[in-house]
């Protein structure tokens, strides 16, 4: 049967599935008896055109009749002699029947690469090491950004031409926050940058005054407790403003958790914070923690990257018609007022995180922050890497219990033109433009995002 995303239809205005096709007719499944159908609209998938092609059927260019009735749904089946149907017909069934043969005499890449013109060749081509990756990407060693580069090494920016923004940088993993503490707050700076090959860019000119703690989507990673406040008295010390990143919530952590966020408030109280001004920023990656942060006025909820959902992808240029549409994946349901107001007059929550993610996002009004250039696809508790390295089978997945971190020393490397790793339970696309293109950071900070989260340590 031809699958549903390439061919559908609607019964007036009730959506139909379509169960048997032909180039005489059809028959679909309805879960409601239809009484009286006006007009008929059946929609063939156009592989070559990226779109579909409708075709009405009324009431005298076709026979229907109902010939199956469950207690679930009603079948009927069409008959028709519309030339354009069985044009479409044809089409469409030798399209699907030349997809399936390519899918047969290949892999993926091989279909993708006759398909949509994936360049599968290039599937060959990986880095030695994410140190080599990270290296090729940060010095803009290739074709796809050297321009941006030139005009970037011949203008240099000027930081003090921008909008003013806050600068940032994500310390979330054991070896950073060990680094933090170790080093005074110049000499992490430095090799902060110098580290990840961009001692020289223009936002490693400006100061830092922020620092994002713990990790939004591996939820082992977050410092101990005694690491934690470690951390957070040498970051008072330096005066540095600090968000702690949470991920999800597992149930069994929730009481964990509550207590944690009760010795915080009683931290920031301590330390002569003032509630409502001198807040702890707390990322929001599950619905349990707006409800473990009532009562608590020292700190402050904002919504993660986990729970601001959009089609993230590095692959997107490879889908059918992305190209003639990517404009309609600029905004989500944070563009919406309602979902804006119940998030700040239930929730609190005013502040949301966005990710640079390789085409161009519609900021809502407020204050916002932009995290760059790394931004995530997808991620597992269920930790694909952890079951690579344990069994040797990434497809045994399992929770974690006492995990030892390979994550520390292992990724997993794709093949270079991706511009994508495995990092710890997910996976992170590049956004090879961002750091080089002055244009699109200044748009951004002009729509709103009044702080750069940069998080090239990943």
């Known amino acids: 049967m031809i699958p549903f995303g390439l061919l559908g239809g609607f019964c007036d205005h009730l959506e139909i599935r379509i169960t048997g096709l032909s180039e005489e007719g059809f028959s679909f499944r309805v879960p409601e008896k239809i009484e009286k159908a006006a007009c008929l609209e059946i929609c063939f998938f156009d592989f070559s055109a990226d779109c579909y092609r409708k075709v009405q059927l009324a009431e005298k260019e076709r026979e229907m009749k109902l010939t199956e009735e469950t207690p679930f749904f009603f079948i009927y089946s069409v008959w028709t002699k519309n030339g354009e149907y069985r044009e479409q017909v044809k089409r469409l069934v030798t399209d699907y029947d030349n997809y399936i043969s390519l899918k047969l005499a290949g892999d993926d890449a091989y279909l993708s690469e006759k398909m949509v013109g994936y360049p599968a060749e290039l599937d ?58 170790q080093k005074d707050w110049t000499r992490f700076c430095h090799d902060y940058w110098k580290n990840n090959f961009l001692e020289h860019h223009t936002l490693s000119q400006k100061r830092v005054t ?113 190209g003639n549409h990517v404009d309609s994946l600029a905004e989500n349901n944070l563009n919406c007022g309602f979902y804006q107001n119940y998030l700040k007059n239930t929730l609190n929550i005013q502040r949301f995180e966005f990710e640079s993610c390789g085409y161009k996002v519609t900021i809502p009004d407020g204050h ?23 069994y040797g089978d990434r497809g045994k997945q399992e929770l974690p219990e006492n995990c030892p971190n390979y994550c520390d020393k292992k990724v997993f490397l794709y093949p270079k033109h991706l511009k994508m790793v495995g990092r710890y339970n997910s996976l992170f696309g590049y956004d090879e433009k961002i750091l080089w293109d002055e244009k699109q950071l200044q748009d951004y900070l002009e729509q709103g995002i009044d702080r750069i989260v940069v998080n090239v340590s990943l």
Not at 258 to 273: A, F, G, Y
Not at 371 to 389: K, M, R
Request: aromatic share 12%; glycine share 4%.
């Open 368 to 390: 916002h922050s932009l995290h760059l250039p790394f931004f995530q696809t997808n991620a597992s508790q269920y930790c694909t890497l952890y079951a690579c390295c344990r």
């Open 124 to 181: 060959e081509v990986y880095a030695e090491s994410f140190e080599e990756q990270k290296k090729e990407w940060f010095s803009c060693v290739g074709d796809g950004i050297q321009e941006c580069r030139n005009t970037w090494e011949h203008k240099k920016w000027n930081i003090t031409d921008f909008p003013e923004f806050e600068l940032a940088i994500t310390i979330d993993r054991p070896e950073l926050y060990y680094d933090f503490l």
């Open 210 to 322: 922020r620092i994002y703690i713990g990790n939004q989507f591996c939820h082992n990673l977050f410092p101990k407790k005694k690491l934690l406040f470690q951390v957070l008295e040498k970051a008072l010390e330096n005066n540095l403003a600090v968000t702690l990143a949470f991920t999800y919530i597992r149930d069994h952590l929730l009481e964990e958790i509550d207590e944690l966020l009760q010795e915080l408030e009683v931290w920031c109280q301590s330390r002569e914070k003032e509630a409502g001004k001198d807040q702890e920023e707390i990322i929001v990656n599950d619905w349990a923690m707006p409800l473990l942060l009532q009562g608590k006025p020292h700190l402050k909820p904002v919504l993660g990257v986990l729970l601001n959902k959009r089609r993230k992808d590095v692959r997107l240029p490879y889908k059918h018609g992305i």
